[in-house]
């Protein structure tokens, strides 16, 4: 696989963290989870099933746990040594936890010169903001994200998902897939950073681009896009079907698969900008065209003409999708103890070393053993280890 032979220590918790490393997980890196001895928080949260959480499930598969108490000497020493044998260390503890553990960016170079180090936290490890502590919404809130989520007259709206958590892990594992060869080829390590805030101003792009332009963001827009119309949601006979014919191309098939072509040489609506000018306009002709049959018949008829459509699909329809079902989005997986675990499967195809599910989510401490006896651990010692709580 991708990343077999790849050693990652996983000392994240709950989702941003967890996700990276699940990502690298899915490629073939081995993943080594710490976890303090009450456990990662999400094992309880979420749907629980017979006792498993399928929220930590989803994003602690292809994972090994070791329960460590590193308030303990001992435990930082075990510590140290999973260090020396690791490639990366991914962390999201605040700025500065790490290293008033006794592990500060020396020192792991110092166990590991080729130590890739990710840590993943609220605003980054410098500037006025670098100690407060953050989680999605506020993330959400003070990257200028939330401001343009929701219609004209609604308060700024966050995402449904976590988006910041999911995007900084993704970044993560970016940042990690990229500094492993480096270090591979080199033999020096390297610190990479990635903030839930980053992570969501980067992704304002052309509201970002505007607002650099003009001075002023473009009002929030709902589901009408600010630079395109038609676009959005519109009615049908039977629903609602999502449209988004993005320039003047699609529109023209639009137009005609409408039955009405006349709107393509019409100026109130033959260009882009006329079209947004006058969007109420041109979405009451679209829509009154589209509420004459039915959502299917829409869908099918649009795409055949090449116009960007869908339907409006809940949570549940998306996992009864037949092209979702073939693309194996949704995937089985079977958990010692718990049955089959329902799971979201891999939205990265490769030819030839696709990803798979090698572990389960692992149970607190499952691996504690096997993980000290690979560092050099006695059997008797283990057991001390565990009569002492260190384990």
């Known amino acids: 696989m991708p990343l077999s032979g790849v050693k990652v220590l996983d000392l994240t918790r709950v989702l941003s963290g967890p996700f990276c490393t699940a990502l690298l997980g899915d490629m073939g890196a081995d993943v080594i989870k710490i976890e303090a001895p009450e456990g990662d928080s999400v094992r309880r949260s979420g749907a629980v099933r017979d006792g498993l959480s399928w929220y930590f499930a989803q994003f602690n598969r292809n994972k090994r746990s070791v329960r460590l108490d590193l308030r303990r000497p001992q435990g930082k020493a075990i510590l140290a040594r999973l260090i020396e044998r690791s490639d990366v260390l991914v962390e999201n503890f605040r700025p500065g936890v790490l290293a008033r553990m006794g592990f500060d960016d020396a020192r792991l170079l110092a166990l590991r010169p080729s130590l890739v180090t990710c840590s993943i936290n609220g605003f980054g490890s410098t500037g006025p903001y670098r100690d407060r502590p953050a989680f999605d919404f506020i993330a959400q809130a003070m990257s200028g994200f939330m401001s343009v989520n929701g219609g004209p007259d609604d308060p700024p709206m966050r995402s449904g998902l976590p988006i910041s958590d999911l995007v900084a892990g993704l970044y993560a594992a970016l940042s990690i897939a990229a500094c492993v060869p480096r270090a591979r080829a080199t033999g020096q390590g390297q610190r990479a950073e990635v903030s839930l805030t980053n992570s969501l101003v980067s992704l304002l792009s052309y509201i970002a681009s505007t607002t650099f332009a003009t001075g002023a963001a473009p009002p929030r827009s709902g589901n009408d896009h600010p630079i395109t119309a038609p676009y959005g949601l519109f009615p049908t006979r039977d629903g609602e079907i999502a449209l988004a014919p993005p320039d003047d191309t699609f529109f023209g098939r639009l137009a005609d698969a ?106 607190l401490g499952e691996h504690s053993d096997e993980v000290l006896a690979e560092l050099g651990y006695a059997e008797n010692d283990r057991a001390a280890l565990r009569r002492e709580g260190v384990i």
């Open 258 to 363: 409408l039955d009405e072509p006349g709107l393509k040489d019409d100026p109130l609506y033959a260009t882009q900008a006329a079209r947004v000018a006058n969007r109420g306009r041109i979405n009451a002709i679209v829509g009154g065209k589209l509420a004459a049959n039915t959502s299917a018949y829409w869908i099918e008829t649009l795409n055949r003409a090449g116009v960007p459509c869908g339907p409006v699909n809940s949570v549940a329809a998306v996992f009864q999708d037949p092209q979702i079902l073939e693309q194996e989005m949704v995937i089985d997986v079977g958990h010692p103890g718990h049955g089959i675990v329902r799971m979201l499967g891999f939205p990265v195809k490769l030819s030839d070393t696709p990803c798979r599910v090698r572990r389960p989510a692992p149970d």
